[in-house]
């Protein structure tokens, strides 16, 4: 009976990578990226901005046509002010058992212009990571923390409860932030090939162990 366990696993693998399409793709699929360009052109609220493109977008990563995991919105903690509700869209990938597998904050483009903001964006998604990293399943939390397009990749250790990047505070309490306070951290163009890598390698390694479950 242990050998015929051991013989369907991979199976079972298998048929889970093969209802992901990002698993096998190459790229983002035209329409997606058109979707993107049509609508954060448009001068509306940010929600009416990137919502569609970003629950699109992670539809496609994690299947479409697959029942094991679902996209939902996510309400702000109620430490977060009412005016700080309208600077973001939340959206987190859950598992069948409902249960949170990656998270995504996503946040106008002009968030990476400014240090304070930039801040406020890091300490933000921490603040999530506060509240759901104990009820993730797997070994790691994968979130995305995006500002416009552009991503910084956050990861949880879900036993020892370790962030990365690590923390980076303030260099001094009593003074302003310096001009160029995490600058560059929001490096990769998630549209790019370099982001439709990045997204294959989280999301490959999120199949992974939903499937080792």
């Not at 448009?42 to 009416?48: D, G």
């Not at 104990?134 to 416009?148: E, F, H, M």
Request: glycine content about 6%; some cysteine.
């Amino acid at each position: 009976m242990g050998s015929g366990h051991h013989a369907l696993y991979p199976q079972s693998l298998t048929s889970l990578s093969l209802s992901v399409p990002l698993t096998t793709d190459t790229a983002w699929p035209a329409g997606l990226l058109k979707i993107f360009e049509v609508c954060r052109h448009e001068l509306q609220p940010l929600e009416n901005r990137y919502y569609g493109p970003y629950n699109k977008l992670l539809t496609y990563c994690f299947g479409p046509d697959s029942y094991e995991f679902f996209i939902a919105p996510h309400s702000p903690p109620a430490e977060f002010s009412p005016r700080d509700t309208v600077d973001f869209v939340f959206l987190i990938v859950f598992d069948i058992q409902r249960r949170p597998v990656l998270m995504a904050e996503i946040k106008d483009d002009a968030w990476t212009t400014r240090a304070d903001l930039r801040f406020k964006a890091d300490e933000q998604i921490r603040q999530r990571y506060d509240s759901m990293l104990g009820d993730c399943p797997l070994p790691r939390l994968w979130g995305l923390s995006l500002l416009g397009t552009s991503l910084r990749v956050y990861c949880g250790d879900v036993v020892t409860g370790d962030v990365e990047p690590v923390f980076e505070n303030r260099p001094s309490p009593s003074r302003i932030l310096p001009r160029n306070f995490l600058e560059g951290a929001w490096n990769i163009d998630i549209l790019s090939q370099e982001g439709f890598a990045k997204m294959k390698k989280i999301v490959g390694d999120i199949v992974d162990n939903v499937a080792a479950l």
